[in-house]
């Protein structure tokens, strides 16, 4: 149960909450601590009346959904496989930028392997994306649930190929891969608990507000 009156904001450690703190500065909330530096899994800030839980970055679409948090930032990558009920995805925040994309071993020719009706071995942490991207495209894809570094799954044989989040490339590069389809692009957006929107307008209003604001 929530039972702080005040709001509840869900965040995930690591390039988020960085990225988020510009954001929650504007509408004057100040995290007290580092949940680096800290081990402390709910953190206050400057204002009484507002605290952020640090989750799993995969795990803030449902901390938000049941209403333990009223508020949270999550990739779009996440919110494509949470079903989304109960929560409001009002900003594009414009943050955590990235691309989703098919990647596979350099040397593999993706286009002919495809193109022959060959099934293709996907690891990847995005099953729905995986899926969605691949029935569209008439590619016949077994598909194998990885909870992270996709990329080791074509160098150790487990794959043909994986979807996963780049970012500046790099990661791809030393583990001799190459991006071969975007399927789409990436970017962190608040979501809000759909019910204390309602019942707690005044104090969130103001906070999707100065959001707003600064990401126009
Ligand atoms: O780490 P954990 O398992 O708890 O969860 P997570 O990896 O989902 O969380 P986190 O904090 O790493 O990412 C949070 C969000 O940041 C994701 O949901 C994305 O929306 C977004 N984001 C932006 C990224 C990246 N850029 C990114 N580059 N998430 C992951 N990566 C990975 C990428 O897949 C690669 O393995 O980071 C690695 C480095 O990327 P390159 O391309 O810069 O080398
Ligand atoms: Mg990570």
Do not use: W
Not at 51 to 65: E, H, K, L, N
Not at 106 to 119: E, L, M, W
Not at 128 to 152: C, P, Q, W
Request: glycine share 6%.
């Amino acid at each position: 149960m929530n039972d702080f009156s005040g709001i509840t904001v869900a965040l995930s450690k690591g390039r988020i909450f960085e990225e988020t703190l510009p954001l929650l500065a504007a509408a004057d909330i100040v995290p007290a601590e580092d949940p680096e530096q800290s081990r402390k899994l709910i953190i206050a800030t400057n204002r009484s009346d507002v605290r952020v839980v640090i989750v799993r970055a995969s795990d803030v679409p449902t901390y938000v959904q049941y209403g333990a948090a009223d508020l949270g930032i999550a990739g779009k990558d996440v919110l494509l496989e949470h079903d989304g009920v109960g929560i409001y995805q009002p900003l594009d925040l414009k943050i955590a930028s990235c691309r989703m994309c098919v990647a596979v071993p350099a040397g593999f020719d993706y286009t002919s392997y495809v193109q022959r009706g060959a099934r293709l071995k996907v690891a990847t942490k995005y099953i729905n994306t995986a899926r969605e991207h691949f029935a569209a495209k008439g590619v016949h894809v077994d598909l194998i649930k990885l909870y992270g570094s996709m990329e080791l799954a074509p160098l150790a044989g487990l794959a043909d190929a994986i979807v996963d989040v780049v970012s500046s490339g790099s990661t791809l590069k030393a583990n001799h891969l190459v991006a071969v389809e975007d399927i789409c692009n990436i970017s962190a957006r608040l979501i809000v608990n759909q019910a204390a929107l309602k019942m707690k307008r005044e104090l969130l209003q103001p906070v999707i507000e100065a959001f707003a604001k600064v990401v126009k």
